[in-house]
């Protein structure tokens, strides 16, 4: 039972069927292509890609591996050419070299190498076609950052003690970003990244004796001797027995300008140091800028900052320097939500209280505002820094894994999407709350709220609790759910112009392939999840853009992890070759999602 509607524009095509297949799946009548693959040239002068033959200079005029967060900028009023911005997140080692040559124990030191060259972000040009879709052209403003690239510094934390490395007495000065993930482009035409799961890459926490480091560390998920890829052999900069600072350069949100190749990109500390996703702009009603942020942790938190200045219209080179000035000045909060439905009714089940929704008011939570902080116990520098921990004294409300968070063009509401959280109500941990109302959530939600963005009250509710819409702890936001894809762990969020939202997932906890969904959010067919596209086998979907005409989605991880011996797909290239992450355009003639 549930509402029904008629067709929506923007979600008008016939959904995809869940499947395991190792392709990516699309609606009948419409085409794709993969834009651009791991290896592929970026920069002038790249060499082809070579599986056999790699080399980290190469890598490092290459299309970097794990493709997740997408933007595609135009570079002009038609749309015609357009900046196409990419992370790619991390690497797998063992997918990635030829079978027999990679040993996780020994890793040589160039494969370390072509791994710092494989992370960090892609900027390529992308073309409109006549014939449909995109395609990336060579161009000036293609470039290549790496785990070598400088990165400046800025905000209220730039040159504290807990940034100064040997390196870098200044601590003003990063090489490298890692690890990067959900992101978001900006009004004036720059792509804000959030630097995830940084913890994975420092070695030797335990050698620390101090027990307020010690505590800081294991908040953060820093812990135990070698790290996985072993960098800390050929750089000291990952021995946190060497260079205890270097783990507190990570873990920001950092800001790419692709209009400038020369550009130095930056990192923003006033935005706070966790596992960042996303950091989405809204353009308050005063004109001060609010960027939104989620921490990807279970029982982590959902943050906001909000500048001090006013946001300058337009893409110019003065209002550029002028908008990212505006993220380095400004308060940082993180969020309480609040129910109002009796916590009786509130079983953990997923059931629906008396009230027919998950919903309740919101309060933001200042915890520091240039170099005054608001939390007992912590200097300003130590809020920016430690920011979990600053948090964790404030009373915010631990989410189900705060994925990407976006605000909705059309009618101004903000989304999260909550991936999940096994460990809800588990022993010791905290149980279902209105705004986290499954224990042992496999499946995830999607959360909305409205506010203006300068304030610090909102009201919220949720749209989506996922998973099959056969059992009952799911909800649809009151649609039909006989007439609903099933959905699990959405991840990564993008509207289309009709402010419909679009849901990538990783991890399908339903047993079938990840994917893209459409679900419009305003009238009789809110909460109609409708499934785009399914991603091969082992692959994440990410990135997701939607245009009137083309729809760009990252396939990640494809095959991750069976190894370049005997890989489980073997998309994009097909035969026996070993898969690659890559970008896909989907487009039809005529606009997508309207027949
Ligand atoms: Fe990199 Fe939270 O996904
Ligand atoms: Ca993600
Ligand atoms: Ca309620
Ligand atoms: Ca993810």
Redesign the pocket.
């Known amino acids: 039972s549930g509402r029904q509607g008629a067709p929506v524009p923007g979600t008008d095509f016939d959904p995809v069927a869940p499947n395991t297949a190792d392709a990516v799946v699309i609606p009948e009548g419409y085409e794709q292509r993969v834009l651009i693959r791991w290896g592929d040239p970026v920069v002038p002068g790249a060499p082809e890609f070579d599986f056999h033959n790699q080399s980290a200079a190469a890598q490092a005029k290459q299309f970097g591996y794990n493709n997740?967060f997408v933007g595609l900028i135009p570079q002009d009023g038609s749309g015609k050419r357009n900046f196409l911005v990419v992370n790619h997140?991390y690497t797998t080692e063992v997918d990635m070299f030829p079978a027999g040559t990679y040993d996780p124990e020994n890793p040589t030191e160039e494969q370390v190498r072509i791994a710092w060259a494989a992370h960090g972000l892609s900027v390529v040009q992308a073309e409109r076609e006549r014939s449909g879709g995109l395609k990336v052209v060579p161009s000036r403003y293609n470039r290549r950052i790496t785990m070598d690239t400088e990165f400046e510094v800025r905000g209220p934390a730039a040159g504290s003690k807990y940034l100064k490395t040997s390196a870098d007495p200044s601590g003003r000065v990063v090489r490298g970003t890692q690890?990067n993930?959900?992101g978001g482009v900006t009004p004036w035409g720059t792509v804000l990244s959030g630097e995830?799961?940084f913890n994975q890459y420092f070695a030797n926490a335990e050698t620390v004796t101090d027990p307020v480091q010690a505590e800081r560390l294991a908040r953060y998920g820093i812990s135990g001797g070698a790290s996985t890829r072993k960098w800390e052999r050929f750089d000291k900069r990952w021995d946190i027995a060497q260079e205890p600072n270097e783990v507190h350069r990570f873990g920001w949100v950092v800001e790419i300008d692709p209009n400038d190749p020369d550009s130095r990109p930056i990192k923003h500390t006033a935005l706070g140091r966790f596992?960042h996703?996303a950091a989405n702009v809204k353009i308050a009603k005063d004109g001060r800028v609010v960027v939104y942020s989620g921490d990807?942790e279970r029982f982590d938190y959902i943050y906001k900052f909000v500048s001090n200045g006013k946001y300058k219209p337009g893409k110019s080179a003065h209002a550029r320097r002028h908008n990212m000035s505006l993220l380095d000045d400004g308060t940082l909060y993180v969020a309480k939500f609040t129910g109002d439905s009796p916590a009786s009714e509130i079983d953990g089940s997923g059931a629906l209280p008396s009230d027919g929704e998950f919903d309740g008011v919101g309060e933001w939570i200042p915890l520091a505002s240039g170099n005054k902080s608001f939390v007992d116990g912590f200097t300003a520098e130590e809020v920016y820094v430690f920011t979990r921990l600053a948090a964790d004294k404030v009373g915010a409300t631990k989410m189900d894994?705060p994925?990407d968070i976006e605000p909705n063009p059309v009618n101004g509401r903000i989304y999260a999407a909550l991936?999940n959280n096994s460990d809800r109500g588990a022993s010791g941990k905290a149980g279902a709350d209105e705004a986290n109302p499954r224990n042992g959530n496999r499946n995830g939600h999607v959360l909305e709220w409205e506010e203006d963005g300068a304030g610090t009250r909102f009201v919220w509710r949720l749209l989506l609790v996922c998973g099959d819409p056969a059992t009952a702890d799911t909800y649809f936001g009151g649609f039909d759910k006989n007439a609903v894809s099933p959905i699990s762990c959405p991840?990564n969020l993008a509207f289309d112009s009709y402010g419909n939202l679009w849901i990538s997932t990783?991890g399908n906890a339903l047993g079938s392939n990840d994917g893209l969904f459409s679900v419009p959010v305003d009238g009789p067919n809110r909460g109609q999840v409708k499934q785009f596209l399914t991603v091969p086998i082992g692959a994440?979907a990410c990135g997701p853009v939607v245009t009137d005409d083309v729809v760009l989605v990252a396939v990640q991880h494809p095959g991750e992890g069976a190894g370049a011996a005997n890989p489980e797909s073997h998309w994009p290239d097909g035969g026996s070759a070993n898969p690659r992450p890559a970008i896909v355009a989907v487009w039809k003639k005529g606009r997508i999602g309207v027949r």
């Open positions: 997740d997140e690890n993930c959900a995830e799961n596992k996703e990807d894994r994925e991936t991840d990783d994440e």
